[in-house]
C-alpha cells in the first residue's frame, strides 16, 4: 500500500510562484512513478506531470511545460511540483497519484494511490 500526501496549496496572486509537495510512503520508492493532475471545478481531472523515481524520467503537459518543475527529494522521499507565473485558469485540486513501474503515465487510469488533494486558488 502506498500512501501519498499532499502539501502547499494556498492562495495566491497571479503571476507568484507555488510550490507542492507530494510525501510518498509505504512501498520501495526506486519502482514508483509519481505524477501530478489537477482538477478545477466543473472541468476533468487533468494531467500537469510526472517523475518516475529511479530513473529521473518526468514529462509535462504540453500547455503547463514552460512554468512547471517536477523535482524529487529522495530523503524525504517526495515529489515537489514547482509553478511559476501562476494564472487564474491554474486554480484547482493538485492530486499527487502514485503506480508501479518506472515509466511516467499522463493517464489517470493507470494510477493505483491517490492524495487527498491541495487546494490552489490564484486570483487575478
Known amino acids: 500500500q502506498v500512501q501519498l500526501i499532499e502539501s502547499g496549496g494556498r492562495w495566491v496572486q497571479a503571476g507568484e510562484s507555488l510550490t507542492l509537495s507530494c510525501v510518498v510512503s509505504g512501498r520501495t520508492f526506486d519502482t514508483t512513478t509519481v505524477a501530478w493532475f489537477r482538477q478545477a471545478p466543473g472541468k476533468e481531472r487533468e494531467f500537469v506531470g510526472a517523475?518516475?523515481?529511479?530513473?529521473?524520467?518526468?514529462t509535462y503537459a504540453d500547455s503547463l511545460k514552460d512554468r512547471i518543475i517536477i523535482s524529487r527529494n529522495s530523503r524525504e522521499n517526495s515529489v515537489a511540483l514547482r509553478m511559476s507565473s501562476l494564472k487564474p485558469e491554474d486554480t484547482a485540486v493538485y492530486y499527487c497519484?502514485?503506480?508501479?513501474?518506472?515509466?511516467?503515465?499522463?493517464?489517470?487510469?493507470?494510477?493505483?494511490?491517490w492524495g487527498q488533494g491541495t487546494q490552489v486558488t490564484v486570483s487575478s
Open positions: 497519484a502514485g503506480r508501479t513501474g518506472t515509466a511516467p503515465s499522463r493517464e489517470s487510469q493507470t494510477y493505483d494511490y
Open positions: 517523475s518516475s523515481w529511479s530513473t529521473i524520467t518526468r
